[in-house]
């Protein structure tokens, strides 16, 4: 029989096959909000049970074009990234059915194996690009606690960053303004490449 920790190392060593689909711009937020040499791309998986994933990369750079200063900065260039992910999920609400896509995979099956294929797809793009620094985010509970998605989220950057090339200061930062549209503070983990 498996341990536990046997079980979840083959699991995620077993992504899901994801595949590239070019550039991505988001209509709104990110964008707009981190000016200068912004660029996106896209990747998209299927899961056994035929539910459609995908995966964004956003990079920018850390200080933006003159253009979009108002007051000098003298901080080192280099380029920030930021991902995000979804997963098709089903929904039925009096007699309606219907689909829509979600970062929250919890009570699925295979949960691990989506935070594999996210993973694998995090770690080519880092691989080709070698972004100069990480953003890893997610919300705080209600109670302004650390949910159970950054918790796994900081296991998770633990295991994998220095394999990458990545240092870690074993922080979470509540973002200054930016909240979920339930209201929720949004948390960043930073994660600097080594020689940075």
Same mark, same amino acid.
């Given at each position: ?20 689909? +070019? ?16 660029? +996106? ?44 992910? %979804? ?10 059915? +219907? ?11 295979? %949960? &691990? ?59 979470? &930062? ?7 549209? %339930? ?14």
């Amino acid at each position: 029989m498996k341990s536990f920790n046997q079980y979840i190392t083959e699991v995620f060593d077993k992504p899901y096959k994801w595949k590239s689909a +070019g550039k991505s711009t988001p209509e709104i937020g990110i964008k707009d909000f981190q000016k200068g040499n912004f660029k +996106g791309s896209q990747y998209f998986f299927k899961t056994d049970d035929k539910r459609y994933g995908e995966v964004y990369i956003y990079e920018w750079d850390i200080v933006p074009p003159a253009k979009y200063r108002t007051i000098p900065v003298s901080q080192k260039q280099g380029r920030v990234m930021e991902m995000h992910f %979804a997963v098709e999920t089903s929904w039925n609400q009096m007699g309606v059915q +219907g689909s829509e896509m979600s970062s929250d995979i919890t009570g699925k099956g295979d %949960a &691990m194996r989506i935070f594999a294929t996210v993973l694998d797809v995090v770690g080519a793009y880092i691989k080709k690009n070698k972004p100069d620094i990480i953003r890893v985010m997610g919300t705080k509970t209600k109670d302004d606690e650390i949910g159970s998605r950054l918790e796994l989220y900081k296991k998770l950057i633990k295991r994998y960053a220095s394999k990458l090339g990545y240092q870690y200061d074993n922080k979470v &930062m509540t973002i200054g303004n930016r909240k979920t549209f %339930a209201g929720l503070e949004l948390a960043v983990m930073k994660l600097v490449r080594k020689g940075f």
